[in-house]
């Protein structure tokens, strides 16, 4: 990491290549002659602007933090707009795509049924009893719940994407049960 400030003081060659008297910087005087006037230019322009103390430190390492505001200001200063503020900023947390509770029909929840879809959705059954499916790509996926005593279930759900996640549904299903065979 050390070098990418070398790199981005020395290889950006946007601007003008006059060089500047003074960069402003308390430890100018420690600059090496092939890097002190792009230095110069980055502080001129404001893309680099050094410590708070007035010093630029060219031998300390720079870290991810300190690099994404270079590139910022860098855009915004240089190519003249934000980086793509349009563009969502995905975070990386798995959101539910379905939520299933199974019910009776007198309104009980149906523990331990078998709750059955396409490999493409990951199923997992959560502590209270409610399954719940995972982000799968967008499109129709049959599902099929099964319970000893009650009649089989199926439907075609539509699973739905915005630009990062699954969007949550939640769906009550009703089992009915079946009468006993004497």
């Known amino acids: 990491m050390k070098k990418i400030i070398y790199f981005l003081a020395g290889a950006i060659t946007c601007f003008s290549l006059t060089a500047f008297a003074s960069s402003g910087f308390t430890d100018e005087a420690d600059f090496a002659d092939w890097f002190s006037d792009s230095v110069a230019r980055m502080q001129f322009n ?22 994404a505001v270079i590139l910022d200001r860098y855009s915004t200063t240089i190519v ?6 349009e563009t969502p ?3 990386m947390e798995v959101v539910k795509g379905i939520e299933i509770t199974v019910m009776d029909q007198e309104g009980n929840r149906v523990s331990n049924a078998t709750v059955q879809t396409e490999d493409e959705l990951v199923l997992t059954e ?3 009893g409610d399954y719940v499916m995972y982000e799968g790509e967008e499109g129709y996926y049959d599902i099929t719940i099964e319970k000893f005593g009650y009649r089989t279930y199926t439907e ?6 915005e630009t990062c996640h699954a969007i949550t549904q939640h769906r009550t ?3 009915i049960e079946t009468l006993p065979i004497l």
């Not at 075609?156 to 994407?161: A, F, V």
């Open 46 to 67: 404001g893309i680099m602007t050094g410590y708070p103390d007035g010093s630029f430190m060219p031998e300390d390492n720079v870290n991810r933090a300190q690099l």
């Open 126 to 128: 959560e502590s209270d």
């Open 156 to 161: 075609t759900i539509k699973l739905e994407r």
């Open 173 to 175: 299903i009703t089992l």
């Open 80 to 85: 003249g707009e934000e980086l793509l503020m």
């Open 89 to 91: 900023i995905c975070t």
